[in-house]
């Protein structure tokens, strides 16, 4: 769900269907709303919840932003994958 993370990043809470990956990322009233794949309205009401609702969307907007840095982060992602690479390398090796 690079989208979302990327708008995360950048304040945006998300409105997102509740499937694999997107609720890795997206925590449901907290950085954005996540609803049923099969339930295009529950999409609609809750993206009409953050235009009407200002403080709402700054709210989830700064959660979202905090969560994408604390969880995403290159720097991050970049230790992680270097820490599955170096447990590869230290398998093979040890084979």
């Known amino acids: 769900p690079l989208a979302l993370l990327e708008a995360m990043a950048e304040g945006v809470p998300c409105v997102a269907s509740d499937v694999v990956g997107n609720k890795d990322c997206v925590q449901h009233v907290k ?28 709210q989830m907007g700064l ?4 969560s994408a840095q604390r969880l995403f982060s290159v720097d991050r992602m970049a230790r992680e ?7 590869i390398v230290k398998t093979a090796v040890q084979s």
């Not at 950085?31 to 700054?58: M, Q, W």
């Not at 959660?63 to 905090?66: F, L, S, W």
Request: proline share 5%; charged share 30%; with cysteine.
């Open 31 to 58: 950085t954005g709303f996540l609803y049923p794949l099969e339930n295009p309205k529950e999409a609609a009401a809750y993206i009409a919840r953050l235009v009407n609702d200002a403080l709402l969307r700054d």
């Open 63 to 66: 959660e979202a932003h905090r």
């Open 81 to 87: 994958t270097c820490a599955v690479y170096d447990e």
